[in-house]
């Protein structure tokens, strides 16, 4: 019997060597070298520099620390990232790592912040990425608790948390969905899309209802603070909804901001009208606001009106307006209307 004696330690013996190699490799996969062999397959895809801390890869999936993705173009030490996130979990294993095939499938990215930085005219000065050839194809990527800085020139930066959602490549296109979550800002809704190889795409957020003060409409990036000089004193509950796009190799971008009130007080400064906005839609557009089918209540009765704010010429603002009217007071009509 002693054989069997023997026979079970020498697979005790194995077993323990082996045990301890496995954890030597597994380890060795957790280096700089795996962490870089994966930057380097996700910037292929990606299309610019990309940097990992490390990467600690396991049997069934692997976890990522300190992603970070950079700008098109960028170069030197000096070179900020757009996008930091210190959790990342993939579903490359140890097996993926082995045969040299570590490029992620799938990202869940938590506690991302995602900068975006704008000049004071509301270029994007951050230069996303652009395919000119044939690169793999991005990961499908969920996002969870992140936040995303819009960050313009001559503003305080606009910060927007609890985002999470999904980006995925469709027909050569980056397509977000997601959703906001935030204290301040309330629940929105995203979808987007960029065309790599267009440098062009847009992005609409929805918010089905919004209480609204005017220090929120003037932290709203990229609309002119005049537009809240001829348009002011909103407070209320509204829908609204952005939309964002851009086309062109310089970015050109263009917003249009729609404000649906369901019951919103207003105040017109340039015919001095004071009221309660109870439907229609008010439309800004640089430097254009447009007031369309706009229901409200003023001066004791009902005003109904659709008109334009356009102040392109610095010097003089030209404004149309069509209004009618019911049951008004007028000696509650402002004196100004003589």
């Known amino acids: 019997m002693k054989w069997v004696y023997r026979l079970l330690i020498a697979f005790a013996v194995t077993g323990l060597v082996l045990v301890a190699v496995g954890e030597a490799g597994r380890r060795l996969l957790a280096s700089q070298f795996v962490a870089a062999q994966v930057a380097t397959r996700l910037a292929q895809a990606y299309g610019a520099p990309v940097k990992l801390d490390s990467v600690d890869v396991g049997l069934n999936g692997s976890s990522v620390e300190g992603l970070q ?62 395919q000119t050839g044939e690169h793999s194809a991005l990961p499908e990527v969920h996002v969870a608790d992140s936040q995303l800085i819009i960050d313009q020139d001559g503003r305080a930066p606009l910060v927007l948390s609890g ?14 969905n997601g959703t906001i979550e935030d204290s301040e800002w309330g629940e929105w809704t995203i979808d987007a899309h960029w065309d790599q190889k267009k440098a062009e795409g847009s992005a609409t957020a929805v918010c089905p209802q919004l209480t609204l003060a005017q220090s929120k409409l003037e932290a709203i990036p990229f609309v002119p603070a005049s537009i ?38 207003l105040h017109v400064p340039a015919i001095d009208l004071r009221g309660m906005l109870l439907g229609g839609s008010v439309v800004v557009e640089p430097e254009v606001v447009y007031l369309r089918k706009v229901v409200g209540d003023a001066a004791g009765g009902e005003i109904y009106a659709s008109g334009d704010i356009d102040f392109r010429n610095e010097k003089r603002s030209r404004l149309r307006f069509d209004v009618t009217a019911r049951h ?11």
């Open 69 to 130: 993705l950079f700008p098109a173009g960028s170069t030197g030490g000096d070179a900020q990232p757009w996008v930091k996130v210190a959790d990342v979990k993939t579903d490359v294993s140890i097996w993926d790592a082995l045969r040299g095939q570590a490029i992620p499938r799938e990202l869940t990215l938590t506690g991302a912040v995602m900068t975006l930085h704008f000049d004071s005219k509301g270029q994007l000065l951050t230069q996303l990425p652009k």
């Open 163 to 176: 985002i999470s959602g999904s980006l995925q490549t469709r027909d050569g296109a980056l397509v977000v």
């Open 228 to 265: 809240w000089q001829e348009v002011n004193e909103l407070d209320g509950d509204t829908r609204i909804e952005f939309h964002l796009s851009a086309r062109g190799p310089e970015n050109d971008f263009r917003y249009r901001l729609t404000l649906n009130p369901i019951r919103t007080h």
């Open 328 to 338: 008004l007071d007028l000696v509650a009509l402002p004196s100004s209307w003589g």
